[in-house]
């Protein structure tokens, strides 16, 4: 499965990641310093242990990164994704008993 | 004449004009003579048959100026002894602080984050009846700043030179288009070179006579070691809140509070900061910035090895600054901990990290736990919280802001702050509650929350998510290297909250 960037960074399922521009040299560095978070439902217990062969959550750390406030100068999109990304894991904590007005 | 730059709310501009000045080594006009003039930059002298000791304090008088942002009949008078000539006296003024200003824009123009989002330098004169030859020449030119044509011609590029470089970013740039053929002109010998690293300045003992080389090593290691400390008035939150008094209105105070934190944390040795760390022995977070103080001489300041530079030097010496001046507050009660069922963690957030008037919750909250995640109900005074590291400090700093309506206001100011203005967006209800959100201008889009109506709002994520990486230092959630590195303002404002009102 292969993800591509407009500033021609591609990425593969797996972890690889090709191209010299700064978003692929970052996405390396990362990579290289496990683990690696993914913020998936927000707050204490919403995200997730990046695993590079999780399509869900490769995808999702991807849209993350390219989507950092601090990149944002560099205009990057998705160029192509995946058809078949499955969806991701429901969100793991249970609120069932958290009282109306709780905070997370 | 004030200075040729007023200090801004961007103090960081003027910190790195200072450090560029302080780095320049002292020595007399006749060493100056001798060496080349790839050298000549960093060295400072005075002509006139000045010996050493004058103009180290013609130098002395010239940082206090830059310190303190002098006008030039000032410094004239400060040094009547040593440069006698108004118009000579002038010139030196004029030089060393347009070298250290354009020097201090040199290094923020070449940090990579800038870098990134600012890749084109424009050489900016000012025209008028005295403009040089090269400065009007070369007034205009635009190209990438990693093209070549720069190096030699970083202004000042002569004698009470006014340009400056402009750095643009990328749509900026390719809009107004590079210089296709730009000036061949170069400045005179001694000028233009580009600024060196901090403390990097050594002679090369191939050019120069092992005596002088042997004199000016000295005094360059003496230099490294003469990082001046900053004023006290820096080392308080005073100083600084009118610095941030426009852009964050009411939480300027606790930004105030950890930039001061942060200038005292920068004086204090390296093994001072880590006995102030070391009161924190069960935050993951401290043992990241205690990494970063590897290799760091113990017994001298941060400041004086350039600890500026490195963001998590910097958030340690934040963080140390912090827990130096913090007023000892009632140890918590063995009762209370064994009812909040933190154990040491809770300990070490009451006991040390936060100031007296910070009101926590008491005996009357009730604490239980969560398989995984966390939350806080202050109606009926509960939390929960699971085993991850972070999450319980993470949710007492939701009952920070709600037992503090002064922290709480200010964490809802810096919200505001960054949104300059705009309304924050509707992102739907959580447990039945309005969320508002402004998320793309912090690390993570969580952290841009706020809780409650419109107009009363009873909860934000500012505290709490920087208290999480603090604590954790790494999180699913991200990373503090990454919040000091990408936010720093957020790391010094979560000090002044813990700090207390």
Not at chain 1, 16 to 30: C, K, N, V
Not at chain 2, 190 to 210: H, I
Not at chain 2, 308 to 327: F, I, N, S, Y
Request: charged share 30%; glycine share 10%; hydrophobic share 35%.
């Amino acid at each position: 499965m292969i993800w591509r960037f407009s500033d021609g960074t591609v990425a593969h399922l797996g972890g690889e990641i090709e191209g010299a521009s700064l978003f692929a040299q970052e996405l390396r560095a990362a990579l290289a310093d496990p683990p690696v978070g993914v913020q998936i439902y927000g707050g204490p217990g919403g995200g997730a242990w990046l695993d590079v062969n999780d399509a869900a959550l490769f995808d999702a750390w991807l849209s993350q990164e390219m989507s950092r406030p601090f990149r944002r100068e560099l205009s990057l999109r998705m160029t192509e994704r995946p058809d078949d990304v499955p969806e991701l894991p429901a969100d793991p904590r249970d609120f069932s008993g958290m009282p109306e007005g709780a905070l997370v | 004449m004030a200075l040729a730059w007023t200090t801004t709310a961007d103090v960081d501009r003027y910190d790195e004009a200072l450090e560029a000045h302080l780095k320049r080594v002292r020595m007399t006009a006749e060493e100056a003579r001798a060496l080349d003039d790839g050298m000549k930059g960093d060295a400072f002298w005075v002509s006139g048959g000045l010996q050493l000791e004058a103009v180290q304090r013609v130098f002395d008088k010239l940082t206090v100026a830059l310190e303190r942002g002098d006008s030039f009949e000032e410094f004239r008078k400060a040094v009547l002894g040593e440069l006698r000539d108004p118009a000579y006296a002038e010139l030196v003024f004029r030089n060393a602080t347009q070298r250290a200003y354009n020097a201090g824009r040199y290094a923020q123009m070449t940090e990579p984050e800038t870098l990134r989002f600012r890749p084109y330098w424009l050489y900016d004169a000012i025209l008028d009846g005295r403009t040089t030859v090269i400065c009007r020449e070369c007034n205009g030119t635009l190209l990438p700043a990693d093209d070549p044509w720069w190096n030699g011609r970083i202004p000042p590029l002569h004698h009470s030179c006014r340009s400056s470089l402009r750095n643009l970013r990328r749509s900026e740039g390719e809009k107004r288009g590079v210089t296709k053929e730009p000036p061949a002109l170069l400045p005179p010998p001694g000028w233009g070179a580009l600024p060196t690293k901090p403390f990097a300045w050594r002679p090369d003992p191939k050019k120069y006579e092992p005596g002088l080389v042997a004199e000016l090593n000295k005094k360059a290691a003496a230099n490294e070691n003469q990082r001046a400390s900053r004023p006290p008035a820096e080392h308080t939150a005073e100083h600084w809140e009118p610095t941030y008094r426009e852009r964050y209105g009411d939480a300027a105070k606790s930004l105030a509070h950890g930039k001061a934190a942060l200038e005292r944390g920068l004086d204090m040795t390296v093994e001072d900061v880590h006995a102030q760390l070391n009161k924190l022995p069960y935050m993951l977070g401290t043992e990241a910035l205690r990494g970063a103080l590897k290799g760091a001489d113990g017994k001298r300041t941060l400041r004086a090895q350039a600890g500026e530079v490195d963001p998590l030097r910097k958030a340690a010496a934040a963080v140390a600054g912090h827990l130096q001046t913090l007023p000892k507050r009632p140890k918590v009660t063995h009762r209370q901990l064994v009812k909040m069922g933190g154990g040491k963690r809770a300990l070490d957030l009451m006991s040390a990290i936060t100031g007296p008037k910070v009101k926590h919750a008491g005996e009357d909250w009730r604490f239980g736990r969560l398989r995984r995640g966390g939350y806080t109900h202050a109606p009926t005074k509960e939390v929960k919280y699971d085993s991850a590291e972070g999450t319980l400090e993470h949710e007492l700093c939701h009952v920070i802001e709600e037992l503090n309506p002064e922290l709480f206001s200010r964490a809802i100011a810096f919200l505001h702050a960054r949104a300059r203005g705009e309304k924050l967006e509707y992102h739907g209800k959580m447990a039945g509650q309005d969320v508002y959100a402004w998320d793309d201008q912090f690390l993570h889009w969580y952290t841009g929350r706020k809780y409650g109506a419109y107009d009363e709002p009873f909860g934000t994520e500012i505290t709490s998510t920087a208290m999480e990486l603090l604590v954790a230092g790494r999180l699913e959630n991200g990373k503090l290297s990454e919040l000091v590195n990408k936010d720093p303002e957020h790391f010094l404002f979560l000090l002044g909250q813990l700090a207390g009102p």
